[in-house]
């Protein structure tokens, strides 16, 4: 029994792997475990193998998912230090920019200011840009944001000086937005030793103190929930060298509704949060007859067995939460029900030229 309806959610942060990380994450398998956690459309990054900075991956990335994905997709493109002018030629089907600033899983960066500054330069004004920054980075985002009068949004804050200085550049009038995963905001630094690799991502888990101070912004700093899903095999975690990633499609509702259960914030606010913020920021079509229903009083444990998601591990396997989705319905038709795809391989659409 469905209690409750709400829009179809976005995840603006999702690594769905395609091209070249196919054995982690493919276009269905990711689409799907999108569906099956109540979100109808994602935002690819762009660190895929390689990386989605030219016309030619562009192309490829664009050919791969046409038929291929189950929900709505929108790419990102990459800003790399030798490709800033293909930028314009990029965004035409591409929905936003990111820039990496800090280290993370493959081998996309932005070191250099003449890079950056041709990045503000050359990306159209009427597209976002997205940034990884950690620490001081974010400051250096904040500076650019101010300087070329355009909209910055930063991926996964994590760190309560980080969102503090957000706070302040928010209270200047600067027009800066920013993401925080449910991992950041379920999860210290002690899961991250009891997890080991399956807990290790960047940003990595930050302390009670980051974790309350985040907490403490959810009704105001903080404009989206994004999962930040990065898929890697239970084998590469098992590995020297472990890549950092966590998956977070299929938790990321459940965690927030019990988060709502708990009244650290309203169901009004969730649905801000999840849907309307992130699609206000990054311009994003409100698909028509899509809502998501979910029964919001069952409590139950989530688990490993049945995730659509093809590395199949969840860091909150074992936790309890309040708030299962029972069904998905995107333009008119039945995608998701009772654990179950029942979409067309298809169903989604690729987002471009918006
Ligand atoms: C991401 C990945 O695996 O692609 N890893 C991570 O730890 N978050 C990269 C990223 O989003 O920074
Ligand atoms: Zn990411």
Redesign the pocket.
């Known amino acids: 029994m469905s209690n409750l309806i709400l829009p179809g959610l976005v995840d603006i942060?999702t690594?769905l792997r395609v091209p070249g990380g196919e054995h982690k994450e493919d276009f269905a398998t990711g689409t799907a475990a999108a569906l099956a956690g109540g979100i109808t459309t994602v935002l690819a990054?762009p660190?895929t193998t390689p990386p989605l900075t030219t016309p030619a991956v562009l192309e490829e990335t664009l050919q791969k998912a046409q038929h291929a994905i189950y929900c709505d997709v929108g790419l990102f493109a990459g800003a790399g230090p030798e490709q800033t002018d293909l930028l314009p030629k990029l965004s035409r089907y591409t929905v936003a920019l990111k820039i990496?600033l800090n280290d993370?899983?493959?081998p996309l960066r932005v070191e250099d200011l003449p890079t950056l500054i041709a990045c503000f330069k050359t990306w159209p004004r009427s597209k976002a840009i997205a940034i990884?920054a950690e620490g001081q980075s974010v400051a250096v985002g904040i500076g650019l944001a101010a300087a070329y009068r355009r909209p910055v949004h930063f991926?996964?804050i994590s760190r309560k000086e980080e969102i503090e200085v957000i706070a302040a550049a928010k209270r200047q009038g600067l027009p800066v937005t920013c993401e925080v995963t449910p991992h950041h905001l379920f999860l210290t630094e002690a899961d991250a030793e009891r997890l080991g690799p399956l807990g290790d991502?960047?940003p990595r888990l930050a302390t009670q103190a980051d974790v309350e101070t985040l907490s403490a912004h959810i009704n105001t700093t903080i404009d989206c929930i994004a999962t930040?899903h990065?898929p890697?095999t239970l084998a590469e975690k098992d590995a020297d060298n472990p890549?950092?990633?966590?998956t977070g499609l299929e938790t990321s509702l459940p965690l927030m509704l019990t988060a709502v259960k708990e009244k650290r914030l309203t169901l009004e606010r969730l649905i801000e949060l999840m849907a309307t913020n992130p699609r206000r920021i990054f311009k994003l079509p409100l698909p028509p007859d899509t809502q998501v229903e979910v029964d919001a009083q069952t409590r139950y444990t989530l688990s490993n067995q049945g995730l659509q998601t093809k590395c199949g591990w969840s860091p909150f396997s074992g936790m309890a939460v309040t708030g299962r989705i029972r069904r998905v319905v995107l333009r008119g038709e039945e995608v998701f029900k009772d654990g179950q795809i029942t979409a067309q391989l298809g169903s989604g659409k690729v987002l471009a030229e918006n």
Do not use: E, I, L, Q
Request: contains cysteine; charged residues 10%; aromatic residues 10%.
């Open positions: 942060h690594h990054m660190n990496y993370t899983f493959g990884h991926c996964h991502m960047r930040d990065a890697h890549p950092p990633g966590v």
